[in-house]
């Protein structure tokens, strides 16, 4: 439930990301109306990417030397003071100047997760393989669980502290974004979405590893479904 945001956090994971992070941070610390901290995660980068955010001084920089987008988030949820946390890629890929809008719906809804759907994005700028990739998990997601999300995979979320002090994360790759919603429904919490739009990398590699991402998911799905109370649970509902 967040019936008031009072302080943001935003946490972006970075991994060799310095043609990218500078507009993402500059995008958010123009475009975030709230009190505000911007944590960057770096994992030890070699590009200069420390450096970057370290001349802006407006971002606290983190590093964080072991591997993982769970492990670095993790990290840098830690270090969180607001009552809400904003959780972005620093790879220029997701629409920051909408973090406004997950803020709003997040109240207005008296959520505990506003998640940034990238499937009603006229561009199509995710690749074919992500897309279907996506759809399977989130299909499959929504059926387990009992939920209406359109976009399991959004790395842009805007998110209650006090919810994520409710649970306990150990997935410390990609999985990470799908324990997020497998322990929120497991809770039930309120999870809602807002639509927004999605961009290709300009600059950099990609850190996804599909076939091996797609394994741990799977496995994160069904771990968190058997459980016999909550299957329980759920054919009643
Ligand atoms: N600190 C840290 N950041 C990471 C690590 N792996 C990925 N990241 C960052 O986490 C974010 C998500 O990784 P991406 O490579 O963009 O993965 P993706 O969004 O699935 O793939 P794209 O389609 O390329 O955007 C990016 O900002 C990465 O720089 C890591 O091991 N450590
Ligand atoms: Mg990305």
Same mark, same amino acid.
């Given at each position: 439930?967040?019936?008031?945001?009072?302080?943001?956090?935003?946490?972006?994971? $970075?991994?060799?990301?310095?043609?990218?992070?500078?507009?993402?941070? $500059?995008?958010?610390?123009?475009e975030l109306t709230y009190p505000k901290e911007i944590i960057v995660v770096d994992g030890? +980068?070699?590009?200069?990417?420390?450096?970057?955010?370290?001349?802006?001084?407006?971002?606290?920089?983190?590093?964080?030397?072991?591997?993982?987008?769970?492990? *670095?988030?993790? $990290?840098?949820?830690?270090? *969180?003071?607001?009552?809400?946390?904003?959780?972005?890629?620093?790879?220029?890929?997701?629409?920051?100047?909408?973090?406004?809008?997950?803020?709003?719906?997040?109240?207005?809804?008296?959520?505990?997760?506003?998640?940034? $759907?990238?499937?009603?994005?006229?561009n199509k700028a995710m690749g074919l393989m992500n897309f279907i990739g996506n759809k399977?998990?989130?299909?499959?997601?929504?059926?387990?669980?009992?939920?209406?999300?359109?976009?399991?995979?959004?790395?842009?979320?805007?998110?209650?502290?006090?919810?994520?002090?409710?649970?306990?994360?150990?997935?410390?790759?990609?999985?990470?974004?799908?324990?997020?919603?497998?322990?929120?429904?497991?809770?039930?919490?309120?999870?809602?979405?807002?639509?927004?739009?999605?961009?290709?990398?300009?600059?950099?590699?990609?850190?996804?590893?599909?076939?091996?991402?797609?394994?741990?998911?799977?496995?994160?799905?069904?771990?968190?479904?058997?459980?016999?109370?909550?299957?329980?649970?759920?054919?009643? +509902?």
């Amino acid at each position: 439930m967040t019936s008031k945001v009072e302080m943001v956090s935003v946490v972006i994971p $970075t991994l060799n990301e310095a043609g990218n992070i500078l507009e993402a941070v $500059t995008t958010i610390q123009k475009e975030l109306t709230y009190p505000k901290e911007i944590i960057v995660v770096d994992g030890d +980068s070699t590009d200069g990417t420390k450096e970057i955010v370290k001349d802006t001084n407006f971002c606290k920089l983190v590093v964080e030397p072991r591997r993982g987008y769970g492990i *670095a988030l993790r $990290t840098g949820m830690r270090y *969180a003071k607001g009552n809400v946390v904003v959780m972005v890629d620093g790879d220029g890929t997701y629409e920051v100047r909408h973090i406004n809008l997950l803020l709003e719906k997040l109240v207005k809804t008296n959520a505990d997760l506003c998640m940034a $759907t990238r499937m009603y994005d006229p561009n199509k700028a995710m690749g074919l393989m992500n897309f279907i990739g996506n759809k399977v998990i989130t299909f499959c997601y929504d059926f387990l669980y009992g939920q209406f999300l359109s976009d399991t995979q959004s790395g842009f979320r805007a998110i209650s502290h006090d919810a994520l002090n409710q649970v306990e994360f150990h997935e410390d790759d990609m999985s990470f974004a799908t324990e997020m919603l497998v322990l929120f429904a497991k809770k039930g919490f309120k999870m809602v979405e807002v639509p927004s739009t999605y961009k290709t990398r300009k600059y950099g590699k990609t850190k996804l590893r599909k076939f091996k991402s797609g394994i741990e998911i799977f496995t994160t799905m069904l771990k968190g479904f058997m459980h016999k109370e909550f299957i329980w649970r759920r054919l009643k +509902s």
